[in-house]
């Protein structure tokens, strides 16, 4: 008999951005809105661009992984953006694909499409058929292939494959797998079975009319392919990969949507999980949030994986070309420039037999009388299941609780996931980094309050009194000396219609008025001088005289120039020439994007004190802006 026990992914820990494709989809309306020609305009396969509503002369640029233009095929999409990210689930890795975007923009036609035009459903279930079919017998592991299919409609989560489900709850294990018990998983053995399941179960999919769509999505649909492989020789490892296809609801404007009544209450339930989708984005983006929200709507919950999570994804962000979509189509592209930033973490879930003693097996047996044919009955009840929360590998793990038993899974555990105390190592560090942070703080607190002291010591002086100040109460020994920079402007929320966007595209970011920035930076650096001249901030700790929020937000917008910007946008950098600017260039066309800033040391020529100048001079810049 062998339990199972969870592996950790040694070295697999690379990161993974969040693919970012849009999709421009024809025109299906008047003939008049044809005329007008498409709000945006499409400059080559990865870039396009918008009017910008604040200055009509100026339009906003955007680069993404892939542009689709609006004579894009299924097949095209399919290929180019999905196929490439498909094998990792048959590894035990998770991917996603998601569709987001305005209601009408075509997400229902992308994601399952018709059967002359097939979307990515179809396309990404066959393919994932194929990859099995093709794997070579004699590599040892036998695969098993199932699906669940789910909608969330007004924030119940409820299951599409039997309809007399109520709402189902979400939970998550202790190796962080986010689980829903009680939802229908079903084994299935080729693509015709899938079919026989998920096209009436699509049909309970709650649609509507509304003025925008004549059948328009009501909830987010999620459909779950999960591959579990097995080797077949000791110790059967066992991998499970996660696929999410998910079709969102389209982002609502009530006043052209025509809802009401009951279609105002389920707009404002996809408002709200959009929302919230967009709070992650941000917070994930930010890279300083304490607590990213996912637990806010059930759909960032459930989509808590895909989105700064374990999982290879992509969005495809769909936006329609009629004028009448343009304050959706601009916020659903901020959305979109502000996922690309998400940085996930794919590995690979695996488990191992482990030979539990016998005599432990003995007692077990002995004790229960029941337990011991319990495995064996599992096994047959295969073909259709729900999903437990005991069911997953870390439950058997962690019920057992047998002092000898555990001395040899701790032992064998440690043999395995000598990983795990590379992250313990790195937790100690974070914790220690915390510490001497907050250590300084404290003594800058205590020189604050020396000085105030000093200050109404020298008040009560010249006063001839020796009565407290009246200023001293005014002073709150905890509040943050105000900052002169200029706060940057807070990201909001982009997804709601006709809620303008306050992200700023970096190319508006240029345009800010030169005046002001020169202004604040002076200010800055008088803060920062002393009446000599002197530089009063020391080199090695400038940043941590800096508001700290400020702080991150300035290192965040480098980083994105640094990852997006083209050779003028690089060079518009401080401390970077022409030639600093295309070796940058050439450094992510080898290696993709820098995680973070401190990577720039990576590139030809940018020693760590070279960084330390570039980073002063552009923290400063930035904030100065
Ligand atoms: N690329 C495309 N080619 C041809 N027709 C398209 C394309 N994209 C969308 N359509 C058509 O546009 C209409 C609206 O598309 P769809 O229903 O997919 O939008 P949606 O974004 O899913 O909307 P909602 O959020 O309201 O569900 C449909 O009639 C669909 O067939």
New binding site residues.
């Given amino acids: 008999m062998a339990q199972r026990a969870a592996v950790a992914d040694g070295g697999n820990k690379k990161t993974s951005r969040v693919r970012v494709a849009v999709?421009l989809?024809?025109y299906?309306g008047k003939q008049d809105e044809r005329s007008e020609g498409p709000c945006v305009k499409g400059l080559d396969a990865q870039n396009l661009e918008i009017i910008n509503w604040r200055n009509a002369t100026e339009t906003v640029k955007y680069h993404f992984d892939v542009y689709h233009d609006?004579q894009t095929t299924q097949q095209e999409v399919f290929l180019s953006s999905v196929k490439p990210i498909l094998p990792h689930i048959l590894s035990g890795q998770n991917a996603s694909v998601f569709a987001y975007?305005?209601?009408?923009?075509?997400?229902?036609?992308?994601m399952l499409g018709s059967s002359e035009q097939p979307g990515v459903i179809p396309r990404a279930v066959r393919e994932v058929f194929n990859l099995v079919k093709a794997k070579d017998e004699d590599e040892g592991w036998d695969y098993s292939i199932g699906m669940s299919y789910l909608e969330i409609y007004n924030e119940k989560v409820l299951d599409l494959l039997s309809l007399s489900s109520q709402d189902l709850p979400i939970r998550e294990d202790r190796d962080k797998n986010i689980l829903i018990p009680g939802l229908t998983h079903t084994t299935i053995s080729s693509f015709s079975e899938f079919d026989k399941h998920f096209v009436p179960a699509s049909l309970n999919r709650t649609?509507a009319s509304?003025k925008?769509?004549e059948?328009?999505?009501r909830s987010h649909a999620i459909l779950l392919i999960k591959v579990v492989r097995t080797q077949r020789a000791f110790p059967h490892r066992q991998q499970t990969g996660k696929l999410y296809l998910v079709?969102l609801?389209?982002s609502e404007d009530n006043r052209r949507t025509g809802n009401r009544g009951i279609r105002l209450k389920e707009s404002g339930a996809i408002n709200l999980s959009l929302f919230t989708l967009s709070k992650v984005v941000d917070s994930l983006n930010s890279g300083t949030a304490v607590r990213v929200p996912y637990r806010d709507s059930k759909l960032t919950r459930l989509l808590q994986d895909s989105l700064g999570g374990s999982a290879h994804s992509l969005m495809i962000t769909?936006i329609a070309p009629e004028y009448k979509y343009y304050f959706d189509t601009f916020s659903a592209l901020n959305f979109a420039a502000k996922s690309k930033l998400i940085v996930n973490k794919p590995f690979t879930r695996e488990t191992v037999a482990v030979p539990v003693l016998p005599v432990k097996r003995a007692r077990e047996d002995h004790e229960a009388g029941r337990s011991g044919t319990e495995p064996q009955k599992k096994k047959q009840k295969d073909e259709k299941k729900t999903e437990q929360d005991g069911s997953s590998p870390s439950a058997h793990y962690h019920s057992l609780s047998e002092p000898s038993v555990m001395d040899r899974l701790i032992a064998l555990e440690k043999l395995m996931m000598s990983c795990q105390d590379k992250d313990r190592t790195s937790m100690l560090k974070d914790v220690a980094q915390s510490r001497k942070e907050i250590q300084e703080l404290k003594e800058k607190q205590k020189e604050f309050e020396s000085k105030t002291l000093l200050l109404s010591q020298l008040a009560g002086e010249k006063h001839g009194t020796k009565q407290e100040p009246a200023f001293r109460n005014n002073t709150a020994p905890l509040q943050r000396k105000p900052s002169n920079a200029a706060k940057p402007n807070k990201q909001q929320a982009v997804v709601q219609p006709l809620q303008v966007s306050q992200l700023q595209p970096l190319q508006q970011l240029a345009v800010v008025k030169k005046q002001s920035v020169c202004v604040k930076r002076k200010q800055l650096q008088d803060q920062v001088e002393l009446p000599g001249g002197k530089e009063n901030i020391m080199e090695t700790n400038w940043e941590s005289q800096l508001d700290t929020s400020v702080l991150d937000q300035s290192r965040q917008k480098i980083l994105q120039v640094l990852n997006t910007g083209a050779l003028k946008e690089l060079k518009g950098l401080q401390q970077i020439g022409d030639k600093k600017a295309k070796l940058i260039l050439g450094w992510r066309e080898i290696h993709g994007h820098f995680t973070k800033l401190e990577d720039l040391v990576k590139v030809e020529g940018m020693s760590e004190k070279r960084f330390s100048t570039f980073m002063k001079a552009n923290i400063l810049s930035v904030m100065g802006k």
């Fill in positions: 999709r989809r024809p299906v609006e975007g305005p209601t009408g923009a075509g997400k229902t036609h992308t649609t509304t925008l769509n059948r328009s999505s079709d609801a389209g769909n």
